[in-house]
Nanobody, 124 residues
């Protein structure tokens, strides 16, 4: 799976951004998709995941209620709508894919395909 993320940038605290990740080379609807992030000097962290139909979603406690993951299987794209952004959300956000319609996971080792990431910077 080839994944291309976009939509990162600089935003003030309290603002919003929407990240997109376009997939190619696969039957997108066969894949669970997700987002992870890594801040400078910190370990990679699970953000959100969505099953192949888009019905089931999971979020980390740190973003629940502020971020929304969604997908458009016709466009082969997964999104991450980020609202009420905080400086601690500053990180490189990577989209991930895992084969299997309901094989969603919070573990980075379970995802075989990773995009290059897009940088999100939240100023205070």
């Amino acid at each position: 799976v080839q994944l291309q993320a976009s939509g990162g940038g600089l935003v003030q605290a309290g603002g919003s951004l929407r990240l997109s990740c376009a997939a190619s080379g696969v039957i997108f609807s066969n894949y669970v998709m997700g987002w992870f992030r890594q801040a400078p000097g910190k370990e990679r962290e699970f953000v959100a995941t969505i099953n192949s139909s888009g019905v089931r979603k999971e979020y980390s406690d740190s973003v629940k209620g502020r971020f929304t993951i969604s997908r458009d299987n016709a466009k082969k794209t997964v999104y991450l709508q980020m609202n009420s952004l905080k400086p601690e959300d500053t990180a490189r956000y990577s989209c991930v894919a895992r084969y299997g319609t309901n094989m969603y996971s919070r573990e980075s080792r379970d995802y075989g395909s990773w995009g290059q990431g897009t940088l999100v910077t939240v100023s205070s």
